[in-house]
């Protein structure tokens, strides 16, 4: 059974770090492509960054490219977003996904992945 779990979320004021986690199980890394999205009440669900499956190349949306690094511990199944100079603007609640099927076209596109974490809650204060 694929199983994928986010935590990590919390309050921090603008300008602070954060590091979130996912901890997967029934899959690997090198089968499953990875990443990480979020979502704001009200708004489409946005992706923020992804993994390959094939090399393990990664992938930033334009609004987290410099401050976010996604990374994964092949021997741990776990999945990180260290999240920098972070703004009120990336308060959301954060999801891991995964999926064997995406490919590079479609790693930004949420309807890609059948497989997702239950969601931790980032908020950044002002």
């Known amino acids: 059974e694929v199983q994928l779990q986010a935590s990590g979320g919390g309050l921090v004021q603008a300008g602070g770090s954060l590091r979130l986690s996912c901890a997967v199980s029934g899959f690997t890394f090198e089968d499953f492509a990875i990443g990480w999205f979020r979502q704001v009440p009200g708004k489409d669900r946005e992706g923020v960054s992804y993994?390959?499956?094939?090399?393990?190349?990664?992938m930033y949306a334009d609004s987290v490219k410099g401050r976010f690094t996604i990374s994964r511990d092949n021997a741990k199944n776990t999945l990180y977003l260290q999240m920098n100079s972070l703004k009120p603007e990336d308060t959301a609640v954060y999801y891991c996904?995964?999926?064997?099927?995406?490919?590079?076209?479609?790693?930004?596109?949420?309807?890609?992945?059948?497989?997702w974490g239950q969601g931790t809650l980032v908020t950044v204060s002002s």
């Open positions: 993994i390959k499956s094939s090399d393990g190349s990664t």
């Open positions: 996904a995964g999926d064997p099927t995406v490919i590079t076209s479609t790693m930004r596109l949420s309807s890609a992945y059948r497989y």
